[in-house]
């Protein structure tokens, strides 16, 4: 199986950036699809931006033109670059894994634990 630990997270302000990372063990990601999803209290855990191993990725409305994912398979890990952050970004922020990847997060097998991103106004 896949282990997933995310890092980066941290207390910002409005228009900052942060580089979030998730770094996988057990295995390697490289036949893998990544997602990034976000959970901020009171809310229902939402897709932010999702990575399938043939290429082909999904961003979210709200993160479209500010966020950007990659991945480097010889480090085993997928980054989140997270520019002009707002506010409304705040949330719990987790990776996950599947090998049938989509903005449904019941399509993913690995969870990491999240890490925890505010922004402040």
């Known amino acids: 199986q896949v282990q997933l630990v995310e890092s980066g997270g941290g207390l910002v302000q409005a228009g900052d950036s942060l580089r979030l990372s998730c770094s996988a063990s057990?295995?390697?990601?490289?036949?893998?699809?990544v997602g990034w999803f976000r959970q901020a209290p009171g809310k229902e855990r939402e897709p932010v931006v999702v990575?399938?191993?043939?290429?082909?990725?999904y961003y979210a409305d709200s993160v479209k033109g500010r966020f950007t994912i990659s991945r480097e398979n010889a480090k085993n890990t997928v980054y989140l670059q997270m520019n002009s952050l707002k506010p409304e970004d705040t949330a719990v922020y987790y990776c996950?894994?599947?090998?049938?990847?989509?903005?449904?997060?019941?399509?993913?097998?690995?969870w990491g634990q999240g890490t925890q991103v505010t922004v402040s106004s």
């Open positions: 996950a894994a599947g090998l049938w990847a989509g903005v449904d997060a019941s399509t993913y097998d690995y």
């Open positions: 057990g295995r390697t990601f490289s036949n893998y699809g």
């Open positions: 990575i399938r191993s043939g290429g082909s990725t």
